[in-house]
């Protein structure tokens, strides 16, 4: 859905540099979601936040990975030290409220991350 | 963990033909949704599903939500060449924040 946007759409990083994928929630949104995609898989839960806070990290990798969604800004996605199994698509998804009411996510076109 | 069993995983049809896909899950979920996904895009939202039970229509796609509350199925009538893609049904369970469990996707093809 063109209203999340996230970028960069492609990324390549060598092994051992750090990647930062960022997302911007659809207006009036202040749920984020992110999602990891590995090649003709499904999409994998990683991390649930609000403004300032972490709701769910249970689908995050314990190092290297890390997620904000600041006051201001986009959120962001940052794995450190990248090693080539974290090649895939990250996919980030905003929706209005949160659990108890209308749920409905909606997805950005991806970050393609290759690490060569 | 919960999971989401989706099949078929592939399907190769004529234009025209009509689709079915299911999904199962080992446990009862509170929402589902169903998405589509272009290549080198993110899932396009086509039906949400709240209430079991509940069958739902969106142009030439229809989903329900099985009263068992741990499945659901999409249809899709009189395909047509732009129907091509992976098709994805996602569930949400109680108390789980809005995190989506995805199954693995139904490929289709349409032959014109």
């Known amino acids: 859905n063109a209203g999340v946007m996230q970028n960069p759409r492609h990324l390549v990083r060598r092994r051992g540099q750090e990647a930062r994928l960022r997302c911007s929630p659809m207006k009036g949104h202040s749920h984020v979601y992110w999602y990891r995609q590995l090649p003709e898989e499904g999409l994998k839960f990683m991390v649930y936040l609000q403004k300032e806070n972490i709701i769910d990290e249970s689908g995050m990798p314990k190092e290297r990975f890390s997620a904000e969604f600041p006051k201001e800004g986009p959120s962001i996605l940052r794995i450190q030290q990248v090693v080539r199994g974290d090649s895939a698509a990250y996919f980030c998804?905003?929706?209005?409220?949160?659990?108890?009411?209308?749920?409905?996510?909606?997805f950005g076109q991806g970050t393609r991350l290759t690490v060569v | 963990g919960q999971q989401l069993n989706q099949s078929p995983q592939s399907m190769f049809i004529q234009e025209g033909e009509d689709v079915s896909m299911n999904c199962t899950s080992s446990?009862?979920?509170?929402?589902w949704l169903w998405y589509k996904q272009d290549p080198g895009e993110g899932p396009v939202l086509l039906i949400a599903l709240y209430k079991a039970g509940e069958l739902t229509s969106n142009g030439r796609l229809t989903a329900q939500f099985g009263t068992t509350r741990k499945d659901s199925f999409l249809n899709i009538s009189a395909s047509i060449p732009s129907d091509v893609g992976i098709y994805f049904c996602a569930g949400q369970g109680h108390n789980q924040g809005g995190k989506l469990i995805f199954g693995q996707g139904t490929e289709l093809s349409v032959k014109p």
């Open positions: 998804a905003s929706s209005p409220r949160g659990p108890g009411g209308s749920t409905e996510a909606f």
């Open positions: 446990s009862i979920f509170n929402t």
